[in-house]
């Protein structure tokens, strides 16, 4: 141990008043050498020094890996696949559940995320929308080939014979437009936070997440009165797959919010700080857009057949 370093780590407990035994020297001034020895390494490569490593988003991989994994085997018909499913998810949950707790440590207890960190994890969470956004262009991608390829043996008709047309302008609509007004109301609690009025915040809030329920609800209620299933042609695999994996996004969407709002009625944001709540109402933005375009195509075009857009 370098004498030069335990003469300054006696000078900063002398300054302190603390207990100043031969162990408590040793283990501050080993302490002060790996701190130094950490920054040093890193200062000229990142910003954020003191933000320490994290094993959960190499978790967190690995767990979404084996629930898409375990998804696709299930959907496939085999028994086991339904079994791991239901063990990885929560492990998923769990796995999320606890770097999210890191974050909230690192931002709220020690203050580690300055201006250019948050500015950071707001570019990361865009690359990850951009990365849903690919996704569900892949789906859209499947459901126009078949929109505009429509075989003879279904009628040639872009729902088959025998399956109900969708009334778009029913429960469609009513879901449509009770999910933009969400959206407004989470805007609305997103600008109340940078105006500082803290009670009409929580009000948008509240009314939001409330709208969020009752689309999911009505979301429910049309599964539930749908005439065909998954497996009943193409249209039927691209209606649910579309429909429901919105759906999911739209449950992951109220989890986030309604996580953010517990932070809000805590007192947790400020008028400049309140990120997490930014990001979640952003998130919310993209399963609005994603909704509208689902309504447009797969509803209102379904609803009109794809030979009217063919001669306009």
Sequence with gaps: MNLKNI?????????RKTYKTKEEINYWTEYLNKHTQFTKERQHVHYYN?????????????????????GII?????PVGKIFLLINGPILI????????????????FGKYNRK??????AGFMLFLASEVLLFGGFFWTFF????HSPAVL???SIPMGIEVFVWYKKPLYATLILLFSAIAFNGANYCMKWGSWTYAVGYSTFGLLLGCIFLIIQVHEYKHLSFSITDTVFGSCFYLLTGFHGFHVIVGMIFLTIQHERLVSWQFSRERHLGYSLAMIYWHFVDIVWIFLFIFVYVFNSLGYRVFMYV
């Design 7 to 15: 003469k300054e780590t006696e000078q900063f407990l002398n300054e």
């Design 50 to 70: 003191e933000i320490p490593y994290t094993m959960w988003p190499l978790y967190i991989c690995w767990a979404l890996f084996y629930v898409v994994f375990y």
């Design 74 to 78: 299930y959907l496939d018909g085999l």
């Design 94 to 109: 769990i796995f999320a559940m606890m770097w999210f707790i890191d974050l909230l440590i690192e931002s709220m207890m």
């Design 117 to 122: 960190l948050r500015s950071v994890i707001l």
């Design 145 to 148: 080939d078949r929109f505009f």
């Design 155 to 157: 009628g040639g008709t």
